[in-house]
């Protein structure tokens, strides 16, 4: 995909809304997809994953919606707040190589 | 339980010289990972380990870098000679792959990463 380097897409979403974080796959053979955030300064920490044989998981607060005809998967945020500021990765994972998405700043507006 | 490690925290150096980066996964697991993160993107993996194996290494600039996990556990990266370019956070990560392709109902995994490196080459 085309990168944006410096100038990350940017998710400013108020206090106590829900966020969606989108993301474009690439590889048709990806079949698990896994969402990470990363703070700055941090490594990224993994939120939540999903296998190609499904097309929603849900966690804490957070659901993964995996749509194959397209290549798109999402990232929802329920009741967001200001610690779920960061940037969000997603990654694809086709024969073992972890190939991560270029990223979505969110800031959450207090 | 502790994370992966990763020292030194950052580094800067002139370039041309050689630079080096220490991980240390977290306790027993046997797939360890390097990856190179460019400001503003995503990391970017540069080789993957299965115990002391380097299982791909196809991203990885061997002209002027190289890696080890001599028994396993703990592994280094290094670089040298430094080229401007080489400016990044080096992200070491760790997770417990199973061997081979994985079943479609087997536990998912779960990669852990460590803080990163930033390498600032002047």
């Not at chain 1, 798109?72 to 972890?98: M, R, W």
């Not at chain 2, 027993?28 to 380990?49: A, S, V």
């Amino acid at each position: 995909g085309e990168s944006v380097g410096l100038h990350l897409p940017t998710l400013s979403v108020q206090e106590g809304d829900n966020s969606i974080i989108n993301c474009a796959y690439s590889n048709s053979a990806s079949d698990y997809f896994i969402w990470y955030k990363q703070e700055s300064g941090k490594g990224p920490q993994f939120i939540i994953d999903i296998r190609s044989n499904m097309d929603k998981r849900q966690g804490q607060r957070v659901t993964v919606l995996l749509n194959k005809t397209v290549k798109h998967l999402s990232l929802q945020i329920a009741a967001t707040q200001p610690g779920d500021s960061a940037v969000y990765f997603c990654a694809e994972n086709p024969y073992y190589k972890y190939i991560f998405g270029t990223g979505t700043r969110l800031k959450v507006l207090a | 339980e502790a994370g992966v490690v990763q020292s030194p925290r950052y580094k800067i150096i002139e370039k041309k010289q050689p630079v080096a980066f220490w991980c240390n996964p977290i306790s027993g697991h046997n797939t360890l990972y390097w990856y190179r993160q460019n400001l503003g993107q995503g990391p970017e993996l540069l080789i993957r380990y299965e115990n002391e194996e380097a299982v791909d290494d196809s991203q990885l600039p061997k002209d002027r870098f190289s890696a080890e996990r001599l028994k396993g556990v703990d592994s280094t990266l290094k670089i040298q000679p430094a080229e401007l370019g080489d400016s990044a956070v080096y992200l070491c990560a760790s997770s417990t792959r199973p061997k081979g392709l994985a079943e479609p109902d087997s536990p998912q995994e779960t990669q852990y990463f460590g803080p990163g490196t930033r390498l600032l080459v002047l």
